[in-house]
């Protein structure tokens, strides 16, 4: 039955280019939210594990459609990290305004369980702020983590912690992370903390709330214990192309080791970021690099859940950008030929993989923000208000 499904989600996708202009998107007329139809469990696949995840591990490949998966695949030679996974679905992007969505109403929908307007992080379409998973996990005692590889105020992670209406606010989301208990957060954006308009430095602020504030991959790395601000980057951490490495691998890695020490659990959200800056660049090398590099944090986290047996690891991508097409290459050599049609992002319908105790719960076709939903059930996380 798995196979019957890989296939029939690559007959779907395979070729499709939904082309959009970035400034006139389509309209949604009718935008279906928190329905218990769409919320049913679909059982199409057994898991090796029974019962509820300790820890749950969201992983976001930002842009990342099926195309980009298959171009991973041929640039590895014909085997990918997310193959392990044991559940394959699909899920609709749309936003509350918008049939074309953006990462920041995109990752809003997998935080808070709503669908909201372009632009806005945690909040709902009306601009309420609503309570994220992760902070709902910090409620409930566990663990919370996020690693990007852009800025830690961008729209991904800025949208698990933050409640602001537009994006661009990076010094506000800045401010955000000091009004919650995160227990680490890796990624760039370290002059939205230091070198503000307001003339704060957060630094200094997250040092006294016990925070050991690292700088560079390296010292970050080294972090064992504690509470963790891990900055790589002022801004944003240089494309693989630019010498960036395996940096994403290590801060994943460092984030669970130091998240797994609470024995209540944890949740932690990483990012594969820059696929789909490759997209709007319309670069396909630049599209297959990073790629490569998310599949490989995908193999260490899966290994470090296939040891605890306690870890639900969810993939998936906010939207697809670029309407990217592969047409041609080499399993071999590992070569890639791509085109694009279009700069933006498209409203295509992206995977979700799963594995773990209840990743069987992630089969099936619905929207993106019943992500939110059902990771809540599987961690058992009791609601809270703001």
Same mark, same amino acid.
């Given at each position: 039955?798995?196979?019957?499904?890989?296939?029939?989600?690559?007959?779907? $996708?395979?070729?499709?280019?939904?082309?959009?202009?970035?400034?006139?998107?389509?309209?949604?007329?009718?935008?279906?939210?928190?329905?218990?139809?769409?919320?049913?469990?679909?059982?199409?696949?057994?898991?090796?594990?029974?019962?509820?995840?300790?820890?749950?591990?969201?992983?976001?490949?930002?842009?990342?459609?099926?195309?980009?998966?298959?171009?991973?695949? /041929?640039?590895?030679?014909?085997?990918?990290?997310?193959?392990?996974?044991?559940? /394959?679905?699909?899920?609709?992007?749309?936003?509350?305004?918008?049939?074309?969505?953006?990462?920041?109403?995109?990752?809003?929908?997998?935080?808070?369980?709503?669908?909201?307007?372009?632009?806005?992080?945690?909040?709902?379409?009306?601009?309420?702020?609503?309570?994220?998973?992760?902070?709902?996990?910090?409620?409930?005692?566990?663990?919370?983590?996020?690693?990007?590889?852009?800025?830690?105020?961008?729209?991904?992670?800025?949208?698990?912690?933050?409640?602001?209406?537009?994006?661009?606010?990076?010094?506000?989301?800045?401010?955000?992370?000091?009004?919650?208990?995160?227990?680490?957060?890796?990624?760039?954006?370290?002059?939205?903390?230091?070198?503000?308009?307001?003339?704060?430095?957060?630094?200094?602020?997250?040092?006294?709330?016990?925070?050991?504030?690292?700088?560079?991959?390296?010292?970050?790395?080294?972090?064992?214990?504690?509470?963790?601000?891990?900055?790589?980057?002022?801004?944003?951490?240089?494309?693989?192309?630019?010498?960036?490495?395996?940096?994403?691998?290590?801060?994943? /890695?460092?984030?669970?080791?130091?998240?797994?020490?609470?024995?209540?659990?944890? $949740?932690?959200?990483?990012?594969?970021?820059?696929?789909?800056?490759?997209?709007?660049?319309?670069?396909?090398?630049?599209?297959?690099?990073?790629?490569?590099?998310?599949?490989?944090?995908?193999?260490?986290?899966?290994?470090?859940?296939?040891?605890?047996?306690?870890?639900?690891?969810?993939?998936?991508?906010?939207?697809?950008?670029?309407?990217?097409?592969?047409?041609?290459?080499?399993?071999?050599?590992?070569?890639?030929?791509?085109?694009?049609?279009?700069?933006?992002?498209?409203?295509?319908?992206?995977?979700? $993989?799963?594995?773990?105790?209840?990743?069987?719960?992630?089969?099936?076709?619905?929207?993106?923000?019943?992500?939110?939903?059902?990771?809540?059930?599987?961690?058992?996380?009791?609601?809270?208000?703001?």
């Amino acid at each position: 039955m798995r196979k019957i499904i890989q296939l029939l989600i690559i007959a779907m $996708f395979m070729g499709s280019a939904w082309q959009c202009q970035p400034n006139a998107p389509g309209k949604v007329t009718k935008i279906i939210e928190e329905s218990s139809a769409q919320d049913s469990d679909h059982h199409t696949q057994t898991s090796q594990y029974t019962g509820h995840p300790v820890n749950v591990i969201l992983m976001v490949g930002d842009g990342m459609g099926l195309s980009q998966i298959s171009a991973g695949w /041929i640039a590895k030679n014909g085997t990918l990290q997310l193959e392990r996974c044991q559940a /394959i679905g699909l899920s609709k992007t749309t936003s509350s305004d918008n049939l074309i969505t953006d990462s920041a109403a995109g990752a809003t929908a997998f935080s808070t369980g709503k669908k909201t307007f372009n632009g806005s992080i945690g909040m709902d379409k009306d601009s309420v702020p609503v309570p994220t998973i992760l902070e709902l996990a910090e409620a409930n005692n566990r663990a919370t983590g996020l690693v990007s590889m852009c800025s830690i105020t961008h729209a991904t992670p800025a949208s698990f912690i933050a409640h602001q209406p537009s994006r661009t606010m990076d010094e506000d989301i800045a401010n955000d992370f000091l009004n919650t208990d995160i227990d680490v957060f890796i990624g760039g954006g370290k002059t939205f903390f230091e070198n503000r308009t307001d003339g704060r430095n957060l630094l200094d602020d997250l040092k006294n709330n016990g925070y050991s504030v690292k700088t560079g991959i390296r010292s970050i790395a080294k972090t064992k214990s504690g509470k963790l601000a891990g900055f790589l980057a002022d801004m944003h951490p240089p494309k693989i192309s630019e010498g960036r490495k395996q940096m994403l691998t290590l801060a994943s /890695i460092t984030a669970i080791g130091l998240l797994s020490q609470n024995k209540n659990g944890f $949740f932690l959200m990483i990012e594969g970021s820059q696929i789909d800056w490759a997209g709007h660049a319309n670069d396909s090398e630049y599209l297959v690099q990073e790629m490569v590099d998310f599949d490989d944090a995908i193999g260490k986290v899966l290994d470090f859940a296939e040891k605890d047996k306690n870890t639900l690891v969810i993939i998936t991508a906010d939207h697809e950008t670029g309407g990217y097409s592969v047409t041609g290459g080499d399993l071999d050599s590992g070569t890639v030929t791509g085109s694009f049609s279009t700069g933006y992002h498209t409203p295509v319908m992206v995977p979700v $993989f799963a594995y773990g105790p209840g990743a069987e719960k992630f089969t099936g076709i619905y929207h993106n923000n019943i992500i939110f939903n059902k990771m809540k059930a599987a961690m058992k996380l009791d609601q809270v208000t703001l």
